[in-house]
């Protein structure tokens, strides 16, 4: 609310902060809010993290990667049609009975796990039914008609349901992200209304020649490109264009020597060709769309090179990859802001939700109105996308 007051009081200042309104200073909190541990399950790895299944799947994929006729070859071949084709049952049944005893034991003591939940909710109180259910949806990853050891089964249903999280925190991560460019165009909508005719037509003006710049700006290669990666092998890998090969830039690029490329490892070779498009320095420099910038670059890198869909990207694939034709892609990216973030219909909803919220929450007294009319993100962004991003973790765990 300070803020407002001061642009009402203080017109020296207003332009600037107007645009920074737009644009990046306004907009503190939320990007406060974006770094935040409960924000960590928007990326991969912090999904990862967040399941309550983790020190199984970790220990079932550090059992696996254990034995060196499975690592990491057969590893990166663990997808839903490798499972159906029935060669990763004989690869299972090949591993030293040492592992297998490991894997069973690993499954018994999350069966227990999952067990124990039950009973803990029954000691709370749950009906039995609902008990029930809950332990029945706490054990989609595990094949519960075979208790006793770990086979084919087990392994399909671990990796369909950690694929089906994965898929859901990208859905997640971008409907807030709309949420929250919703919220910035509300924002900048509500302050314009505050200017007088000639301080609105110097903002208008302002925000017109940033978007010339970028307009204007070096343009982003396709993800994963010939074009890009030969940008990184020569300016980040010091190498000479004509001595390009496949193989070596992606061993280069496999900071964890395992063989495979993840999530932080595609991000990192996308961040490099992204940056110069996102200048820090700039008044507009907004990290979270960079970020959701790097984001859309990921998925379409591993739409393009991961063929298995394991979320992972071995040397084989890679190499196939530049084989391709994808890999010759010419044409540049399509960056954040060339297409709208919602559609008229979904921008009206959350103008109205909004308005909606602001006028409970001033009638319940948790806040009040700022002199100058507006209520902003300080007042209530927080809690209105805390409550929705909340809400949607719970519909997952139906």
């Given amino acids: 609310m300070a803020k407002i007051a001061a642009l009402v009081l203080n017109w020296s200042i207003i332009l600037t902060i107007a645009i920074s309104s737009y644009f990046a200073t306004a907009l503190d909190n939320l990007k406060e809010r974006t770094n935040k541990p409960q924000n960590e399950r928007l990326n991969v790895n912090g999904i990862i993290n967040e399941l309550d299944y983790k020190n199984y799947l970790a220990e079932v994929v550090e059992l696996l990667r254990s034995d060196d006729k499975f690592n990491p070859k057969h590893f990166s071949d663990m997808n839903v049609i490798g499972l159906k084709s029935g060669n990763f049952a004989k690869h299972l049944r090949g591993l030293p009975r040492d592992i297998r005893s490991k894997l069973d034991e690993a499954k018994r003591l999350e069966l227990d796990r999952i067990r124990k939940l039950g009973e803990e909710l029954l000691k709370r109180g749950h009906k039995e039914s609902e008990v029930q259910k809950q332990v029945k949806r706490k054990s989609r990853h595990l094949d519960i008609d075979q208790i006793s050891t770990f086979d084919k089964e087990d392994l399909r249903r671990l990796i369909v349901q950690t694929n089906e999280e994965i898929a859901y925190v990208d859905k997640l991560r971008k409907e807030t992200f709309k949420i929250y460019e919703m919220q910035k165009q509300l924002e900048f909508e509500e302050l314009m209304k505050r200017l007088s005719p ?201």
Avoid: C
Avoid at 211 to 235: C, D
Avoid at 247 to 273: A, V, Y
Avoid at 286 to 293: A, I, L, T
């Fill in 198 to 398: 000639e301080m609105k037509k110097k903002v208008e003006k302002n925000v017109y020649d940033l978007y010339l710049r970028h307009r204007r700006a070096k343009p982003i290669h396709m993800p994963g490109s010939k074009i890009h990666l030969l940008t990184v092998w020569e300016e980040h890998d010091r190498m000479s264009k004509e001595n390009f090969n496949a193989e070596t830039f992606f061993r280069l690029h496999d900071l964890d020597n395992n063989g495979l490329w993840d999530e932080p490892e595609i991000n990192i070779l996308n961040n490099k060709e992204a940056s110069p498009h996102y200048d820090k320095n700039e008044k507009d420099f907004d990290p979270k769309e960079k970020q959701e910038e790097i984001d859309r670059m990921r998925e379409y890198t591993f739409g393009e090179m991961d063929k298995d869909v394991d979320h992972l990207v071995s040397l084989d694939e890679f190499i196939e990859y530049s084989k391709s034709i994808a890999f010759e892609n010419k044409k540049y990216w399509d960056p954040l802001g060339n297409s709208p973030f919602a559609t008229d219909e979904e921008y009206a909803k959350h103008v109205t939700e909004h308005q909606a919220e602001t006028v409970r929450m001033i009638e319940a007294g948790l806040i009040k109105l700022p002199l100058s009319g507006i209520v902003t993100h300080e007042d209530i962004n927080d809690h209105y996308l805390a409550t929705n991003t909340a809400d949607a973790l719970k519909l997952n765990q139906l």
